[in-house]
């Protein structure tokens, strides 16, 4: 009731007002006061749920400056209402978010160390910037209703001033995304450096890598080590997302992924499904923020005997290539690493022989394998069947081909990662 009778009793303009000034708090700023005084401006302080009273009104007002610091969830849905009725009406706003504690460049019109920050930016300006800002939109508004109108500002003070802002922002800007962009550089480096450098080709086993990031640096991770004169571990870990996050989780991954233990002059292979479980147990107990996870398959090849045995955690199923035979799927389950810390994993193992190949690979590469159909049946990609037959390192060259050229949408851009296997 209160409320009501209040609004009730708000004057509304009666002639073409330069400023219309809204706010829920009790008094307008004095610097901002003092301005309109100075700069001999006619202008009226209204609150903001007054505004529906004024908008068959709105032919009579030049700029509006809108308050809207502390405002609760319901004002901040009134607010961008009220901004597209003036924009509609060709009425220039002024979005003042907050009040920062910084030197002001008008001493003389706000002595205090006081400033406002506009709406839409996250950038301070002095009470000069704001006078600069109601002048223009004044001139423009008076310009398009047909009112004579001479700018307040001299439009070569406002070119000037303008353009000595934007040149000192773009020289800062250039300055830190130069600065970023180097520094992503060497974390990219930093962390191929955890990649393998040699791969453990033998007579019996040839070894190939594709690796792309989608930025300098990557979400994927791979690696392949020699465990003992019998054993190669191997596995392709993907943690979601991309970019810096997800590269340094990369870097916890493989410290966190251990193939095997050493107890004094004894060591321990463990199993694919302990690797697993071992891995998510540390994720897990990271707690880390953003809900980050990633998914990962790792496998144990005997080199003696071609046996391998794998178990995957939310990753791609690795893809069997095996001569006169279509590829498959070798299809195991397993839940992401780093959600719940108490999740088992299994194993399967599967004998191999001559002449097969054997992929690991990221979600990145999925689009270049495989597809479904309308009844959501697999279906290897046409390009998949083509270099299939290729020896494992002409057939990465392939995929290295296919990815770069391949021309997607910047929101499908992802990391690649794949790590092929044959049997010589």
Known sequence: MEKAKLLSTIELPRSFTDVLYLTNRDQAPSEVKRLLKQRKLSFKKMPIDAFPQIRERLDLIGTVIIDAEDLDMSQQQKLARIIESLETENIGVILLTSRVALPVKS?????????????????????????VRVSVNLAYRKKSVGMAVKPAVPPKQVQTIAKNKLAEQLTMTGALVDNLAEQLRLAGLVQQDFLPTQLPNRDEVRWATVFLPAEWVSGDIYNIVRIDEQHIGFYVADVVG???PAALLTIFVKQALVMRETIKNHYYIYSPADVMKNLNVRMAAQKLSGYQFATCCYCLLNIKTLQLTFARAGHPYPILIRAG??????EIEGSLLGIFGEAEYVQESIQLQQGDKLLLYSDGLEPFISSFDDKGDFNFSKEF??????PIVEMMGKFNTLAQ?????????DDITMVGLEIL
Do not use: C
């Open 385 to 390: 069947y083509e270099i299939g037959d290729f």
């Open 405 to 413: 050229n391949r021309k997607i949408a910047p929101s499908e851009i």
């Open 107 to 131: 001493f003389s019109l706000a002595p205090s160390k006081s400033s406002f920050s506009m709406g839409g930016t996250m950038e301070s300006v002095s009470i000069d910037e704001l006078w």
């Open 325 to 330: 035979e279509q590829p498959q799927r070798l």
């Open 242 to 244: 991309h970019g810096m």
